[in-house]
T-cell receptor
Framework: DAKTTQPPSMDCAEGRAANLPCNHS???????VYWYRQIHSQGPQYIIH???NNETNEMASLIITEDRKSSTLILPHATLRDTAVYYC?????????????FGTGTRLTIIP | DVKVTQSSRYLVKRTGEKVFLECVQD?????MFWYRQDPGLGLRLIYF???????EKGDIPEGYSVSREKKERFSLILESASTNQTSMYLC????????????FGPGTRLTVT
């Protein structure tokens, strides 16, 4: 998997948008950007993924720069339940039987 | 919603015991995985299975074995538990439909004393 770089921690006020950055300057043309999160003592949870266009689902939005070297996960109205470690990874989409490798991620704390 | 369940959330076993961790999924997914997660080491793949009775070693299979007799069930076995196998164990399956996201179970925190 291509390497990603994320800030180790961030705080965000409850109700505000949380913007989590990720650098992936060595991403290949066929690699997607995936985001997962892990709430304390729970299994990781898939959030969203994208190739080059911006994506939005019921959980979050993903903004990928035009050169694809970085991206931002946006939680539009953060709640206390969004406190978690967020992982950004890059990998080909057609990898069904390959392992996931998480970096150290960003520990997001939502402040009441 | 995909459901991945694991037999126990917390487990305490003694050194030398045989330990069974079970994972069940309800989405008819072919691919299933067992990881362990330790502070500072991230996720490490122990074994995965891409079909019934099929298994492949991951990065750290030593001391573990697996069983997949039915599509929905993937078991991890610690033949003789040791203290260095104290960890969080996570089961995952891979979604279909082109997204290829992995769905994780809640995890089993195993302590070997």
């Amino acid at each position: 998997d291509a390497k990603t770089t994320q800030p180790p921690s961030m705080d965000c006020a409850e109700g505000r948008a949380a913007n989590l950055p990720c650098n992936h300057s060595t991403i290949s043309g066929n690699e997607y950007v995936y985001w997962y999160r892990q709430i304390h003592s729970q299994g990781p949870q898939y959030i969203i993924h994208g190739l080059k266009n911006n994506e939005t689902n019921e959980m979050a939005s993903l903004i990928i720069t035009e050169d694809r070297k970085s991206s931002t996960l946006i939680l539009p109205h953060a709640t206390l339940r969004d406190t978690a470690v967020y992982y950004c990874i890059v990998r080909p989409a057609n990898f069904g039987n390959e392992k996931l490798t998480f970096g150290t991620g960003t520990r997001l704390t939502i402040i009441p | 919603d995909v459901k991945v369940t694991q037999s126990s959330r917390y487990l305490v076993k003694r050194t030398g015991e045989k330990v069974f961790l079970e994972c069940v999924q309800d989405m008819d997914h072919e691919n299933m995985f067992w990881y362990r997660q330790d502070p500072g080491l991230g996720l490490r793949l122990i074994y995965f299975s891409y079909d019934v009775k099929m298994k492949e070693k991951g990065d750290i299979p030593e001391g573990y074995s697996v069983s997949r007799e039915k599509k929905e069930r993937f078991s991890l076995i610690l033949e003789s538990a040791s203290t260095n196998q104290t960890s969080m164990y996570l089961c995952a399956t891979v979604g279909a439909g082109g997204r290829n996201e992995q769905y994780f179970g809640p995890g089993t925190r195993l302590t070997v004393t």
